[in-house]
């Protein structure tokens, strides 16, 4: 089928991207779980935790602000300033690549010098890790500079290529019993490997497109002032997703921690998914408001569309859970990650609600107000799921106390964006905007199916009356 809506074709492409090679790991996580046994597994996630939270950290921001840059520059129809910010940030990355390998060579030197922390499989992994950490930058800059051109769909190819050979390769190792250190050599190998046609692609099709390797220039402070908020935003995101499966390592054990991460890891690839579905709103608002665009319908309309389409999917999900994970994972190891799952699935149901204001925030250049949103519902966050553990002392807290921060928060955060951008009913923003997540919430926790379909209707009722029949919403923004 022929999709002709750019905004769709490009919802498909990043949804393709982020849930195909997810599905496909999670198939073979039974394999990989029975093989390596639960405790490597948990280092292995680990420290994979460890190389997205290291690219995040140090790439400051510079992943959203290329994006916004060259989108601008090309709303502004501007090519000297299109290649300067590539320029800039191909300089500004690069320097990032090197300060990494530079790391990588004391962590191989501490290694030789019998320094290590940790037993010899695992630190030979992480060096290799940060080796492949310091790769991962190149490709932030190649995915970037596609995703603001909006060719989502050369973004989606180059990365689902790297991940399934990836995925083969590790696959392969672990059938014939290689070290966890060779999983991430094949990783480094291959994303290595996917660098070079990337690059080329790139680098080619940027008109008139020359490189500067030792002129400084201005646009690089453009991308790090930029970058800088992002880079805040995405800091307390870290520290606040990614705290709770270290607590859980900490004190209750790398056991525990396999199937809390493995519950963890599916939501959140699922709330990745549903980022990845509107992920287009950035470039697309940052192109309008250069060109001064009016942008207060595309808002409404895809925030409606994200709400609607990530609780449908959080639904259904619920709905065949048991079956589904049954069959993949066996009911032994099912019965030991179901209640994670669900509680997560609650969790995400309310999280939704911040995506599309953060994109849409970031876009038309409010980074004060937008970091000073993210920091405080994920501040909340941090604080709700340590004061829930503290007491209770079990891993399910750690979730309880999220889901009770984002109950309190989300309609704290809608009632700002109200006061300060929309300027709408409050009531309706700040209040209303949550009930179909609480009802969805309802519709997992309810013992029986009866009350769990009348608080499913109450869902659906609520959605279309706050979100559809909104004065803003306009079908014809998703079909364009």
């Known amino acids: 089928m022929v999709i002709n809506s750019t905004n769709l074709r490009n919802s498909s492409w990043n949804l393709a991207n982020i849930l195909i090679y997810p599905a496909a790991f999670l198939a073979v996580t039974p394999f990989f779980i029975n093989r390596l046994g639960e405790n490597v597994f948990g280092e292995w996630m680990l420290i994979n935790s460890y190389v997205y939270i290291a690219v995040h950290l140090v790439g400051f921001g510079l992943p959203v602000s290329i994006t916004a840059h060259v989108a601008e520059a090309i709303g502004q129809d501007n090519n000297k300033k299109l290649n300067s910010y590539v320029n800039a940030a191909s300089r500004l990355l690069g320097r990032m690549s090197a300060l990494t390998i530079f790391t990588g060579i004391l962590l191989f030197i501490a290694w030789i010098a019998g320094l290590h922390i940790f037993n010899e499989q695992s630190w030979k992994a992480i060096i290799i890790a940060t080796f492949l950490i310091a790769f991962k930058f190149p490709e932030i800059l190649y995915q970037s500079i596609f995703k603001g051109q909006e060719l989502y769909h050369k973004a989606a190819v180059f990365n689902m290529l790297s991940r399934f050979l990836t995925l083969g390769a590790q696959v392969w190792l672990v059938k014939g019993g290689y070290s966890l250190a060779s999983l991430f050599l094949a990783n480094l190998v291959i994303s290595i490997l996917v660098l070079i046609p990337q690059g080329i692609l790139v680098y080619r099709h940027l008109p008139g497109y020359r490189p500067v390797l030792f002129k400084s220039l201005p646009e690089k402070k453009e991308l790090y002032q930029y970058g800088f908020w992002t880079w805040l935003q995405t800091i307390t995101a870290i520290v606040s997703f990614q705290l709770d499966r270290f607590l859980v390592a900490y004190f209750l054990g790398t056991a525990t921690v396999t199937y809390y991460v493995l519950a963890s890891t599916i939501v959140n690839h699922l709330h990745m998914a549903f980022e990845a579905v509107v992920s287009w709103l950035l470039p697309r608002v ?34 065949v859970s048991e079956p589904l994970f049954n069959l993949w994972l066996g009911a032994d190891k099912y019965m030991k990650m179901t209640e994670f799952f669900k509680l997560f699935l609650i969790f995400e149901a309310f999280l939704i609600l911040s995506i599309v204001p953060k994109y849409y925030l970031n876009a038309i250049k409010s980074l004060h107000f937008v970091t000073f949103l993210e920091m405080l519902y994920k501040s909340g966050i941090i604080v709700g799921m340590v004061i829930m553990f503290y007491f209770l002392n079990t891993a399910e807290s750690l979730i309880y106390g999220q889901i009770l921060s984002l109950i309190i928060f989300m309609p704290i955060e809608y009632y700002l964006i109200n006061k300060k951008i929309l300027k709408d009913n409050m009531i309706k923003e700040s209040i209303l905007t949550s009930f179909p997540s609480l009802f969805i919430m309802g519709a997992i926790l309810f013992a029986t199916w009866y009350w769990s379909a009348i608080a499913l209707l109450f869902a659906v009722v609520l959605f279309q009356a706050v ?14």
Not at 286 to 313: D, P
């Open 286 to 319: 940052s192109r309008l408001n250069a060109a001064t665009g009016e942008t207060r319908t595309y808002f409404s309309t895809v925030r409606a569309f994200s709400v609607g389409f990530s609780l449908a999917v959080i639904t259904v999900l619920y709905l």
């Open 467 to 480: 979100y559809i029949r909104d004065k803003h919403f306009d079908w014809k923004i998703i079909r364009e």
